[in-house]
């Protein structure tokens, strides 16, 4: 801290301790608010005509965020969860405790009742006739209160960026509305919310590196849970045919503008259905979310306007690398000939990665960047997907689709495999890619074999990144913007 700072702190610890000298509790229990500033606020343009023969009056609460002192009278900002609303002090209404607002210091919360009437200038105000001291703030806030600029420190210390920076509220709330409004269009199709571990004993859904914790009393580890995918299938078996859950995942790997190491993924499970009726559904649901949470089917990210609108642009995947990359992966059908060919490109890429990775870094790097409408990239490489069921007549291919808006996926779907023995199969293979060096590869889940050996229907599956779709929806170019407390490196001091 600062020797600033330091002084600042001073002063507000010697007029914390003189208030409770004057027996003021500058922490008190509770406070009766009857209005919220915005409430307020609309009292007053509902009564603007004959505001003053009405006295209309109100209890306010929240934090100072300005304050203007004129000997006698003072005026000051108060704002609330709902908006801000100002209040104006004068001697002639409090008496000797007039004397008590020099003691009041941008940034403590107060309770604050009174007349309701407007300024001169036509500003709302409340002509205060009594208040409470509520928390008496003892660090200053940020840049002399006019916002708060450093992005590390907004991420790091998220509610001062929610106190200096009113408008990333607005970030908050459209999150949550997205999930409430997903959450809707979900259950009105007959779906069921359900919740699964978060410790598992294997860790399995995705390509991806797990964390691992340690359970005393069992003595064992666990990972934490990188797809919500294979105990929503247990569901599927167990009969449940319509199941989503709206859940955090861990993967142990990069920060990137689109990566959190934890982030929320909604994944539904549809018995009976395909890749074909998700495709249907996936469109539905986020166009009707658009709707909801913006009042429109299109958006603006990034300097375009991304449409919504169904249907959207459907394109086989391989056809989409040819079109973006100049590159037939189909061509070179193992992971020699591809590298063989990636290297005579001058592609930069990881020499340990097979065949399936391969192509990822492909699609990543050229076809990504590309699909900025709504769009459907269809019909994946085997390698790509072990979860998924292959197209019928081509063992190479698989009934996996993902969407793309704004230049990034904001959802992945299969036709679920069904079959015990391929899934088998499927696993070896990934366990020995895991063998040869693949951290991200899947492991062999045995319990959830053996659940599928029990007769799993066919299915459609869906994952949603919750995350990416809010920051289309509020135009902001990193994941970090729409998650409250993002991972961040370890403060340097």
């Not at 009113?166 to 007959?190: C, H, Q, V, Y």
Request: charged share 30%; no cysteine.
């Amino acid at each position: 801290m600062s020797p600033s700072l330091d002084d600042i702190t001073r002063q507000k610890l010697e007029k914390m301790a003189a208030l409770r000298a004057a027996g003021i509790e500058p922490f008190p229990y509770g406070y009766h608010r009857t209005h919220t500033a915005q409430q307020a606020l609309e009292i007053v343009e509902q009564n603007k005509e004959n505001l003053a023969s009405k006295e209309l009056r109100v209890n306010v609460a929240g934090r100072i965020m300005a304050k203007r002192g004129m000997g006698k009278t003072a005026f000051t900002d108060l704002r609330d969860g709902s908006g801000k609303i100002q209040l104006f002090f004068r001697i002639n209404n409090l008496g000797e405790k007039y004397d008590l607002v020099k003691d009041i210091d941008i940034g403590d919360i107060i309770g604050a009742k009174g007349k309701l009437f407007l300024t001169r200038s036509g500003e709302p105000t409340i002509e205060v006739e009594d208040f409470t001291l509520l928390a008496k703030a003892l660090q200053p806030l940020p840049e002399k209160w006019h916002g708060l600029s450093d992005v590390e420190k907004r991420y790091r210390q998220r509610y001062l960026d929610l106190i200096s920076n009113p408008e990333i509220r607005k970030i908050f709330e459209i999150r949550s509305k997205t999930i409430s409004a997903a959450r809707d269009f979900l259950n009105k199709r007959g779906f069921l919310e359900v919740e699964t571990p978060v410790f598992q004993a294997e860790a399995g859904g995705a390509a991806a590196r797990p964390f691992i914790t340690h359970h005393n009393t069992l003595d064992r580890d666990f990972y934490l849970r990188i797809a919500l995918e294979l105990h929503l299938k247990r569901l599927i078996i167990g009969g449940f045919d319509k199941v989503y859950e709206l859940g955090r995942i861990f993967r142990n790997e990069g920060i990137d503008f689109k990566h959190n190491p934890e982030f929320t993924m909604l994944e539904t499970y549809e018995a009976y259905a395909d890749y074909q009726d998700v495709m249907k559904m996936v469109e539905e649901m986020i166009s009707t979310v658009s709707q909801q949470v913006s009042g429109n089917l299109k958006v603006e990210y990034n300097g375009n306007i991304i449409d919504f609108t169904p249907p959207w642009k459907r394109m086989e995947l391989r056809q989409a690398v040819i079109q973006y990359a100049d590159l037939d992966y189909n061509q070179f059908p193992d992971t020699e000939s591809l590298k063989a060919e990636m290297l005579r490109r001058g592609m930069q890429f990881d020499l340990k990665k097979e065949r399936g990775k391969l192509i990822d870094e492909i699609i990543s790097t050229y076809v990504d960047p590309k699909m900025i409408q709504p769009t459907i990239l269809y019909d994946y490489p085997i390698e790509l997907s072990p979860l998924a069921k292959k197209k019928p007549g081509d063992d190479k291919t698989v009934e996996r689709f993902e969407a793309y808006a704004g230049g990034m996926e904001i959802a992945n779907a299969f036709t679920e495999l069904n079959d015990p023995l391929d899934q088998r199969q499927r696993f070896q293979k990934q366990v020995e890619e895991r063998g040869a060096g693949d951290q991200e590869a899947s492991q062999m889940d045995e319990d959830f074999l053996l659940a599928m050996e029990h007769g799993m229907p066919p299915t459609g599956g869906l994952g949603v990144g919750i995350d990416r779709l809010v920051m289309i929806f509020t135009n902001q170019q990193s994941i970090r913007e729409v998650i409250l407390f993002p991972t961040l490196k370890e403060k340097e001091e």
